[in-house]
């Protein structure tokens, strides 16, 4: 298997549920990132892993939270969500964390709100 | 404030036809992406442009970057309805990992 994988691909879940997204690249890269892509916004960049270090971190509330084990697997961990929530969450990956390097994205997990 | 504006928003066109998208900004960038993302799927990288006044071409797609690097163009020569999807700009300001992206350009080639 090649690429950016992502699971699930849908997400429903209730405002007091806590489940996890699931992101694994093998593509050999060193930098994982989490992007949220709501309707008529641009992709937001959310959280930045390099070498599994946490490298940024953009104003994201705390009701996410991600995990970086090794340079191959990202989670982005949800609790308490709310309905402006709901949205396309995809994950990238790069060879390293260079702004010039092509990133890779996996196909998104469409996440509902209820 | 957007960084990077992209226009137009949607367009819709006949297949054969040409066309040319844009991606604009008040600010300097290193280096341009363009990527296409279909229905269902994860953005693709198409291109990336670093020389101000570049040109790239890939197929029927070319692709410019301002000479001041602050904007960006591209242009379909008689598109096909392969050529739909969702056509975003990202633009990276320096040698970090950060790349901000525009809304979007979603092309609707029809046969």
């Known amino acids: 298997e090649t690429g950016v994988t992502q699971t699930p691909r849908h997400l429903v879940m209730g405002m007091t549920n806590k489940k996890s997204l699931k992101c694994e690249q093998h593509l050999g890269h060193n930098a994982m990132y989490w992007y949220k892509q709501s309707a008529k916004k641009p992709l937001e960049l959310m959280f930045v892993?390099?070498?599994?270090?946490?490298?940024e971190n953009n104003s994201v509330p705390s009701r996410f939270s991600p995990e970086c084990p090794n340079s191959s697997h990202l989670f982005l961990h949800l609790h308490t969500l709310q309905p402006e929530d709901s949205a396309l969450y995809l994950c990238?990956?790069?060879?390293?964390?260079?702004?010039?390097?092509?990133?890779?994205f996996g196909d998104g997990t469409r996440l509902s709100i209820l | 404030t957007q960084l990077l504006e992209q226009s137009p928003q949607f367009l819709s066109i006949q297949e054969g036809e040409n066309l040319t998208v844009y991606c604009n900004s008040s600010?300097?960038?290193?280096?341009l992406q363009w990527y296409r993302q279909e229905p269902g799927e994860g953005p693709v990288l198409l291109v990336t442009v670093v020389t101000g006044g570049e040109v790239k071409k890939l197929k029927r797609l070319t692709f410019q970057f301002g000479d001041a690097r602050k904007d960006s163009s591209l242009h379909i020569t008689a598109a096909q309805p392969g050529d739909t999807g969702l056509y975003l700009c990202a633009g990276s300001r320096g040698s970090n990992y950060k790349l901000t992206f525009g809304k979007g350009t979603l092309l609707t080639v029809n046969p």
């Open positions: 892993y390099n070498f599994k270090e946490q490298t």
């Open positions: 600010s300097v960038f290193s280096s």
């Open positions: 990238a990956s790069s060879q390293d964390g260079g702004g010039i390097e092509p990133q890779h």
